[in-house]
């Protein structure tokens, strides 16, 4: 699908030079001099390298079209998770290179979305918030209330976060996927 270069958002994926990008960064400039145009910072999905590209406004780029399928988390082994569609069984694996850090946050039997390009797995979308419990934090220091404080945290999966200093070691929190943030306690 054609888009004009003035709807370029962070997060999308583009076919551009004969390779799939995402978009890390996107800024759009209007010059006292010349026309107007986005100036993009792209990762290639496949090769893993980064390019910068400067599209005129008027210019036209290809947006990807995914398709997307809801897969519950199975395991895991050395380099690959292992994903099952709940409605057919098929079942399919996505090395961890592809996930990331995000992959951590997987529990079994978890609902996630995969974005699926030309019948090929590229990313996973997690639910939003998931729960996990505090391995070990450290104790809170007195007077620290003035200003809101964070002390570092460590989860049952081996993630660092930051959490505020009521939060202790064995408690239940709620975590945001998509910056990796505490959100609240249970």
């Known amino acids: 699908m054609k888009i004009n270069a003035g709807e370029i958002r962070v997060g999308m994926l583009l076919e551009y030079k004969n390779d799939l990008w ?4 996107t800024q759009h400039v209007k010059p006292g001099k010349g026309g107007a ?3 993009v910072e792209m990762k290639s999905v ?7 590209e400067r599209f005129r406004s ?3 780029v290809e947006k990807a079209s995914l398709d997307e399928t809801v897969f519950n988390y199975l395991y895991e082994d050395e380099s690959n998770y292992f994903f099952m569609n709940p409605k057919s069984f ?3 694996e996505i090395k961890k290179l592809v996930i990331g850090d995000k992959g951590k946050l997987l529990t ?3 609902e996630v979305k995969v974005f699926f390009y030309n019948e090929s797995p590229i990313s996973v979308e997690l639910p939003n918030h998931v729960t996990c419990k505090i ?3 450290d104790a809170a220091l007195k007077g620290q209330t003035v200003s809101s404080s964070y002390k570092p945290a460590t989860l049952n999966n081996g993630l660092n976060i930051q959490v505020p200093p009521f939060i202790e070691s064995g408690d239940n929190v709620v975590i945001d996927t998509r910056n990796l943030e505490y959100v ?3």
Do not use: G, P, S, Y
């Open 58 to 60: 008027n210019e036209t």
């Open 22 to 25: 995402q978009v890390l960064k």
């Open 184 to 186: 609240k306690k249970i």
């Open 46 to 52: 496949n090769k893993n390298t980064k390019l910068n």
């Open 135 to 137: 391995d070990t934090t």
């Open 108 to 110: 079994e039997n978890l």
């Open 37 to 39: 145009f986005a100036q």
């Open 90 to 92: 098929e079942q399919i």
